[in-house]
């Protein structure tokens, strides 16, 4: 029988929908950063932890950054949900093994995200470069087997740009929404086009890892700020740039309106 009393899983809901939202502020940050920073605005080309970082300046940054904290932990935590529990239905078969797998990783990554926002609020800021793709990929190398593992990790992130690419192009996110018809109108193109930007950052992001295993060079693999670099290289790098600045900003508005419109079912 129904009751009015919330429970556990109205909790988990709520934490869940926390940790979309922190996820579009990062990702809001991060795009919106890099894009005043094409168009001479003073904004800076960085990652997710530069960009956490940046928030230090802002007023009550460190309530700010407390509260991304939170949400981070809550969003790794759905994550987690989600693959063991498989709220989503994906199934057992490779393919459903391979999603949860993913949901996994991601939970681990936003899990450290988390706890490197938490950093700064005591630390009053370290350095992103003591961090990230290059300090994990030399730590993976120093393990057994550690070449293998820093491509078996690039294949992985390749493979996720690939299905963002295919769940943004064939906007898969729409059976996982409960949205108004006439906020689809707008809103689905934005979701697109920001899952299929994250999607190349992805493949690119791979590669550097995927280029540092086969030179065994951990200064070779690279995250966001590393993309940006890359494209900023290319020929109308700025126009790259900032095509794909404004596709973070759009996966950023893409996790906020998922904060609202997702259907969110644990199944505890």
Same mark, same amino acid.
């Given at each position: 029988? =129904?009751?009015?009393?919330?429970?556990?899983?109205?909790?988990?809901?709520?934490?869940?929908?926390?940790?979309?939202?922190?996820?579009?502020?990062?990702?809001?940050?991060?795009?919106?950063?890099?894009?005043?920073?094409?168009?001479?605005?003073?904004?800076?080309?960085?990652? &997710?932890?530069?960009?956490?970082?940046?928030?230090? =300046?802002?007023?009550?940054?460190?309530?700010?950054?407390?509260?991304?904290?939170?949400?981070?932990?809550?969003?790794?935590?759905?994550?987690?949900?989600?693959?063991?529990?498989?709220?989503?239905?994906?199934?057992? %078969?490779?393919?459903?093994?391979?999603?949860?797998?993913?949901?996994?990783?991601?939970?681990?990554?936003?899990?450290?995200?988390?706890?490197?926002?938490?950093?700064?609020?005591?630390?009053?800021?370290? &350095?992103? %470069?003591?961090?990230? &793709?290059?300090?994990?990929?030399?730590?993976?190398?120093?393990?057994?087997?550690?070449?293998?593992?820093?491509?078996?990790?690039?294949?992985?992130?390749?493979?996720?740009?690939?299905?963002?690419?295919?769940?943004?192009?064939?906007?898969?996110?729409?059976?996982?929404?409960?949205?108004?018809?006439?906020?689809?109108?707008?809103?689905?193109?934005?979701?697109?086009?920001?899952?299929?930007?994250?999607?190349?950052?992805?493949?690119?992001?791979?590669?550097?890892?995927?280029?540092?295993?086969?030179?065994?060079?951990?200064?070779?693999?690279?995250?966001?700020?590393?993309?940006?670099?890359?494209?900023? %290289?290319?020929?109308?790098?700025?126009?790259?740039? =900032?095509?794909? =600045?404004?596709?973070?900003?759009?996966?950023?508005?893409?996790?906020?309106?998922?904060?609202?419109?997702?259907?969110?079912?644990?199944?505890?």
């Amino acid at each position: 029988m =129904a009751t009015g009393t919330p429970d556990h899983k109205d909790a988990i809901r709520l934490y869940a929908r926390l940790g979309y939202a922190s996820r579009g502020i990062v990702y809001l940050l991060v795009g919106g950063l890099a894009a005043l920073a094409v168009f001479g605005q003073g904004g800076q080309t960085e990652g &997710s932890r530069g960009a956490l970082e940046r928030l230090l =300046a802002a007023p009550f940054g460190k309530v700010l950054l407390g509260l991304i904290a939170l949400g981070l932990l809550g969003y790794a935590m759905w994550r987690s949900i989600q693959a063991i529990k498989d709220t989503d239905g994906h199934g057992t %078969d490779a393919k459903g093994v391979a999603i949860r797998t993913g949901l996994s990783i991601s939970a681990i990554t936003h899990t450290l995200l988390a706890f490197y926002a938490a950093s700064l609020i005591f630390r009053l800021g370290a &350095s992103s %470069d003591s961090g990230g &793709s290059q300090g994990t990929v030399s730590w993976l190398f120093e393990q057994p087997f550690g070449r293998y593992l820093v491509a078996a990790v690039g294949a992985c992130i390749i493979g996720a740009g690939v299905a963002h690419c295919i769940k943004g192009a064939k906007a898969k996110f729409d059976k996982h929404f409960a949205m108004p018809n006439a906020t689809k109108r707008w809103a689905y193109p934005v979701c697109r086009f920001g899952l299929i930007i994250r999607g190349v950052v992805f493949l690119i992001v791979g590669g550097f890892f995927m280029i540092a295993a086969y030179h065994v060079n951990a200064n070779e693999a690279g995250g966001t700020e590393e993309v940006f670099s890359f494209l900023r %290289d290319q020929a109308f790098g700025q126009w790259l740039l =900032a095509f794909v =600045a404004l596709g973070l900003f759009a996966f950023g508005a893409y996790s906020v309106l998922a904060a609202v419109y997702r259907r969110i079912n644990p199944d505890l």
